[in-house]
């Protein structure tokens, strides 16, 4: 059994930074890729980007392109939201996921974390 644990919500300013983590455990990851979701008050759970395990290779959605960068450790099987220029329009709950992607609107997932929360104040 998958599991996710998120870390680094808060509160901060608009045009400040913030880096979410998600520790991964229950199984060896060498394929698949861990993948960030977002959910804005009142609105449904968005994706936001992925990085899969074996090569890196990174993908997001157009709205936080430029701005947010994944990352991932394999030895420690923990994944990095590098999050610049936020704006409050990125408040929301943050997921951790763990799944397969092949593209921002194409991905499947297996198990999620509990989210942690990112509240932008302007």
């Known amino acids: 059994q998958v599991q996710l644990v998120e870390s680094g919500g808060g509160l901060v300013q608009a045009g400040g930074s913030l880096r979410l983590s998600c520790a991964a455990s229950?199984?060896?990851?060498?394929?698949?890729?861990m993948a960030w979701f977002r959910q804005p008050p009142g609105k449904e759970r968005e994706f936001v980007g992925a990085?899969?395990?074996?090569?890196?290779?990174?993908y997001y959605a157009d709205s936080v392109k430029g701005r947010f960068t994944i990352s991932r450790d394999n030895a420690k099987n923990t994944g990095w939201l590098q999050m610049n220029s936020l704006n409050p329009e990125d408040t929301a709950v943050y997921y951790c996921a763990a799944g397969w992607v092949s593209s921002a609107t194409s991905y499947v997932i297996g198990s999620w974390g509990k989210g942690t929360l990112v509240t932008v104040s302007s």
């Open positions: 990085i899969t395990w074996s090569d890196g290779s990174a």
């Open positions: 229950g199984r060896t990851f060498s394929s698949g890729a």
